[in-house]
C-alpha cells in the first residue's frame, strides 16, 4: 500500500482515493465499483478519506480486464459482522443486519458486454441466477452494478419490472436482464422516477456520441416504494467513462407474514333451498326430543351442569347441520 500523498507531492494520488473523495462528497454508505481490474481477492483503507475498499478478481498471473468491488465507509464496516465475498471476478455479495433475523444482500454485477461471447453471457447469467435463488426469501435485496444492458422504456410489456420512465430502446443484453428481473420479481429502480434523460443515462457510446443507461439498482418490487430516489449524480469525477447513480433507500422493516391455515365454514348458502330449510328442521327437532328423552333424570342429583349442557347442544347443531348443508369449499 503506498503511503499518503502530502500536497507537496509531485505523485498523483491514488485511484482508490480519489474515489474515496467523491464517494464522500457524496454521502454515499456503499458502492458498487465495476472494472477494478485489481488481481486476487483483498481489501484497502484509505484512512484519510474513511473508506474501505474490498475487491475480486482474477489471479494476478491471468488477464484482468474484469474485477468487482465494494467500497464501504470504514465507520458503518465497523458495525456489519459480515464483509463482501466474492463469487467470480464479475459478481460480489455483501449481507448487513437490518433487524433481529432481518438482512439486506447486496449484490455488485459486471455483466459482459454486447459483443462478448454468448457463452460467456449465458454462463454470467447463470451464475447470477444461482446467486439469487439461494438467498433467503425474507432478506431484501438490492442488485447493483454495470449490467452493459439496455433495459429500454416498454413498461407496457414488462409491467412491474421497469416503470414508465424508461431510455431508448432494449438490446439483447437487456431482455437478458429482463428475463432475470422477470423469474426473481425484481424491478429496475432507475425507470421508476420522471427525470430529464441527463439525470437517467450512465455512459456515452464513443463514436454515436449517444447517452444510454447501462447502470442500475434493482430491488424486490415488493420493496420498490424503500427506494426514494435513483439519480445521475453528474458532478461526480471517479476516473471512468460511467456516471455515478445514486439511489437513496430507506429499508422498510415488516413483519414476516404467516399463511393461516383454511377455516372450516359450513354451506349455509344451501340454506336457500326450502328443502334443505326442512330438511335441517326436521333433523334438529328430532335431535332435540332424543337428547331430552335421554337426559331425563330419576332425580335432580344426576342434572348435568350448565356448560355440559351448552356444549352438547353445540355439537348436536354442529354435526346436524354439516350433515344437511354440508360444507363450503
Known sequence: MDPK?????DRPPRRTALVAAELRRYNIDIAAISETRLPGE?????????YTFFWKGLSPDAPRLHGVGFAIKSDL???LPETPVGISERLMTLRIPLA???????INAYAPTLMAEEDVKD???DLL???LSHIHRSDKILLLGDFNARVGSNYAVWNGIIGKHGVGKANSNGTRLLNICSTHDLVVTNTLFQLPNRFKTSWKHPRSGHWHLLDYVITRQSDRQDVSICRVMRGADCWTDHRLIRAIIRMQIRPVTRKKSGQTRLNCRALK???KCLALECRLKDEAALSISINTPSDTSSLCTLSEEWAHMAATLLNSTKEVVGLSK
Open 42 to 50: 483483498d481489501s484497502l483503507t484509505e484512512m484519510g478519506e474513511g
Open 123 to 125: 454462463a454470467f447469467y
Open 129 to 131: 441466477d444461482h446467486t
Open 273 to 275: 333451498d326450502p328443502d
Open 100 to 106: 433481529s433475523k432481518r438482512y439486506a444482500t447486496i
Open 77 to 79: 464496516l465497523r458495525r
Open 5 to 9: 500523498v502530502g500536497s507537496n507531492s
